[in-house]
């Protein structure tokens, strides 16, 4: 069965555009052309992937994304005709993985599209693996990392993670002790082909450590090596 793709784009010509390309590449799609009815459909057919317009009506983009993202965690690729740093910024601290600026050629659209879905399906086909081995729980003190069921909890309390808060703690955890780069966390936990700059980490990890630290102002758990990167010590 094909990987279900829902378009979110209320430029008609655009909508049409994107959605002949994606089913010409084999993938079923559906289309919306505004936020509300994104959030309903994503809610109804559990898409492999959405491709999002920033500027919608009803609901925009953002805050598309910020529904979303409490109920599910497929890839998010998000569409923007301004390119300005606070609106990538802003859009991936929402929780969006990637995004275009318009406009874009199709070729580059359908590259992102596909290693998105190839990275969505390499973690659960790593989780499945490591479910295969037994691997279920990851545990520093208090905090708990259950891969199995893909949750932390924190004194025995669930955290609520964003998709890539719980990948970017995973790396870390896996990591345990060892001094990190910005570009190699930029490349392990968002992909090569990952267009956003070092900042994109830093922001997750602050976000991070407002989760998981005693206290983010005087991080125990993820260090910051100055000039160089950050160090997870459990």
Known sequence: MSDLILVVEDELALRETLVYNLTHQGYTVESVADGQSAVDTARRLQPALIILDLMLPKLDGFEVTRILRKEMNMPILMLTARDEEIDRVLGLEMGADDYLTKPFSMRELLARVKA?????????????????????????????????????TLSGQP???????????????????????????????WGWDFAGGSRTVDVHVRWLREKIEPGADEPARIITIRGVGYRFDG
């Open 116 to 152: 998105q879905l190839r990275r969505s399906h390499l973690v659960v086909d790593d989780l499945a693996e490591k479910t295969a081995q037994a691997v279920e729980t990851l545990v520093f003190n208090d905090l708990v990392i259950n891969l199995t069921r893909h949750e932390v």
């Open 159 to 189: 955290l609520i993670l964003k998709p890539k808060e719980f990948d970017l703690l995973l790396y870390f955890s896996r990591n345990r002790g060892h001094v990190l780069t910005r570009e190699q966390i930029l490349e392990q936990v």
